[in-house]
């Protein structure tokens, strides 16, 4: 994990639904994008933390939301951090394609909350985020770029987080900073 003087950080969850399987010549764009990408996540100051798969590079092979559902899951130091990444990086590009490989949602796919420094939440902790997203709407509790709240404004939320636990089905990628000894 980056070092970080914030007492909160950002969390993110977005689901998409894939048109087709991975594995379909019509996704590989979207696979080929998939490494550099998140080795500009990887990269990008503000960064803290990202879910993958074990044993793989990221988190496609995941599906706690259906099977042919994809899920992204990080944190980030400050929201400005992931506006930055996702709006004005090569991420942007994923974005401006995403209709090519992803079914259109009718309700919420992406949330935010804010999370202890050092909290690592959950895929089952993001999924009962967007739940609460979908089901009343952004608050301090989940939240999107359009309706986002502070860290101040959380700081309920911020106390009922449950203490960090390690993710069962993945490992986390901790990219190696100055004040990191060792990165995994």
């Known amino acids: 994990m980056t070092a ?3 007492a909160a950080h950002l969390a993110q969850l977005n689901v998409a639904t894939l048109r087709h399987p991975l594995d379909d010549p019509r996704i590989a764009p979207f696979v080929e994008m998939l490494e550099p990408v998140n080795a500009a996540a990887d990269d990008t100051p503000g960064f803290v933390w990202r879910l993958v798969e074990e044993g793989t590079a990221d988190a496609t092979g995941l599906r706690p939301a259906g099977e042919n559902v994809i899920v992204n899951l990080s944190v980030w130091e ?3 951090a992931l506006w930055d990444f996702t709006y004005r990086s090569g991420h942007l590009e994923v974005m401006r394609r995403r209709r090519e490989w992803f079914e259109r949602h009718v309700e919420a796919h992406m949330v935010l909350w804010w999370v202890p420094a050092g909290h690592l939440p959950t ?8 739940a609460y997203l979908r089901a009343h709407g952004p608050s301090s509790r989940a939240f999107t770029f359009t309706s986002s709240y502070t860290a101040a404004e ?3 939320d911020l106390r009922s987080v449950p203490p960090a636990r390690p993710e ?3 490992r986390s ?3 190696a900073s100055a004040g990191d000894a060792a990165a995994v």
């Open 4 to 6: 970080s003087t914030h």
């Open 78 to 80: 400050t929201q400005e």
């Open 123 to 130: 895929v089952d902790e993001a999924l009962e985020r967007l």
């Open 154 to 156: 959380a700081a309920q």
């Open 168 to 170: 069962p089905t993945g």
């Open 173 to 175: 990628v901790r990219p």
